[in-house]
């Protein structure tokens, strides 16, 4: 279900994980833990969004759930997660905290992304979250739009704090990784160093 966490990740050259000193920093192996705490942390922001949508119209509910399947079944795997070392792992599907499931339609492409590919990254996330709160305030429900920015704020602070700060996608616009750590995880993945320095 989840990458054997003694194994090294397939991009990375070492023999073993055991006393690498990343393994604290960068979060190379994922487990049913962090999928639980994605999931329920994205979770109100989808609820109250998708209920509030719902009760405004069924076409507009379904424009959303369309997007999102589209989005996180296509369009973010494609711009984005297509850069990440998890993407080089075997299996035509992405097993990770975030994507589980996702398929792996596109090849592995190492290296940063492009500025086409954060615009489209960004305005996804953009459309997907700011449409309820859109929709909340043209219809005066202030309520429900003040708790939705309060859930999607929750939300963006939390994995900013704990899961962007440790992700191995450093092309990601959101990758909170420090250079040095980013250094040391190159060293033991010098393909994906090489990419980096090709396009950078
Ligand atoms: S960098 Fe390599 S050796 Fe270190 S924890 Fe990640 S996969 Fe294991
Ligand atoms: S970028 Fe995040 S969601 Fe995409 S494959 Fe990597 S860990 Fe998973």
Known sequence: MFLDPDRPIATCTQ???ENCP???QIHCHFGGRDLGKFLASAFPVFLLGGIGLYRFGLG???LWVAFILAYFGLIEIRVMCSHCPHYAEEGSSLKCW???GSPKLWRYRPGPMSLTEKIVFL???LFIVGYPVAVFLWTSQWLWGMAEVFFIAAFFVYMQASMCNQCMNFACPLNR???TTRRAFWERNPRIRKAWKRES
Request: aromatic content about 12%; glycine content about 12%.
């Open 123 to 125: 305005a996804g996330i």
């Open 60 to 62: 507009p509910f379904a």
């Open 15 to 17: 023999p073993s994980c």
């Open 177 to 179: 990784v420090g250079q």
């Open 22 to 24: 990343l393994a604290e």
């Open 98 to 100: 975030a994507n589980y």
